[in-house]
């Protein structure tokens, strides 16, 4: 017979299947890259990763992580306090610090992980969180977790909407601590969050700003430091999370960068530091060298924003009408969910691997494809993967 719970998940995965709405997952046999050996396709060029920098797969990167595996071995064995830091862990906090422009940093196993322990740990009954509406999930659950265990107060304002935020501040006079917390770039629109009035806005209440960079560390600004720099005002922000899987190499891990004080109480307080292993050396060293590489070559952040450019204006001379935006996270907008698995299916015989997102990833009746560029593309890459776009597109009748 089978079990309660097989019984409960068997017919909606059934039902995923029937609507069109099932993610089958496609198996690489190589290294991320601009093209990747995809198992039962062969190359296929990948459009939908989050390796904005090409460094996934770059010989530095690669090599530190060897390195540190000879030097420290493969785990850390422990929990950050008992005895699982090490000096790997401090030069790559110092790292990530310098590179978002804050006193100090901490190191999390993932970004998602840095999101949840930021509002459950730093807040308390007195407060109150207030958050984007469009915020990243692990913002979402990091912020009903407090809730939870801190019975802070919790708010959303509308996407973007600074004179609701305003108006949610105002009506909060009373609570202690006012945190406010917005994605740098929203991860499904490629919109870049205000930064500049939000930060008025936030002294002007005395509330502190949170900003997951996670889509902009490495991508945004001349250098790649991320949102604040996009807008001149790196050391600004109280409280930066970002993740190190995306254009920091993509292994994985995330941190929080703060003040000394705020990072030294989630050494001492935050829950997924102190029950929770840390990085393996590996990917610290990896993240590192990753930091390092960026710093060195701006010129790679540069040449992700041509191809963004380049790649945008192509579609949009295709007939498509992707979200606007300078982001390069290029979402085209399709409608239903079906309709958006059915593109990603079509294109992906063609050869370009690009994801759909339905609900409940994006809100009801906005699936989309959405489109990420990468400095490791070249023009053919990006010109091959446009004459797909061009043939599926006029197949489905959408240009
Ligand atoms: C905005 C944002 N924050 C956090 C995360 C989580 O990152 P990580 O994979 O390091 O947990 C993601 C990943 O998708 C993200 O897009």
Redesign the pocket.
Known sequence: MTNPLDQRVAPELEQFIREGTYKRLNFLDSPQGARVRMEGRGEVIILSS?NYLGLANESSVVAAGKEALDRFGAGTASVRFICGTFTIHRALEAACARLVGTPAALSFM??????EAVPGTLLTEHDLIISDQL??A??IDGIRLAKAITKCQTAVYQHGDLADLDAKLAAARDRRVKMVVT?G???MEGAIAKLPDLIELCGRHQAVLVV?D??ATGVLGNTGRGTAEHFGVVGEVDII?S????ALGGA???FVAASAAVCDYLTQRARPQLFSNALPPTVAASSMASIEYLEAHPERVTALRDNTRYFRDQLLGLGFAPLPGETPIIPVILGETAAAIRMSDLLLGEGVFVTGFGHPVVPQGQARVRCQISAAHTREDLDQALVAFRKIGRQLRLI
């Open positions: 989050n993932s970004a998602w992980n840095a999101n915020n990243h692990s913002i994605d770039v929203f991860s997951d996670s889509h999370t993740t190190l899987g995306k994985a891990g995330g």
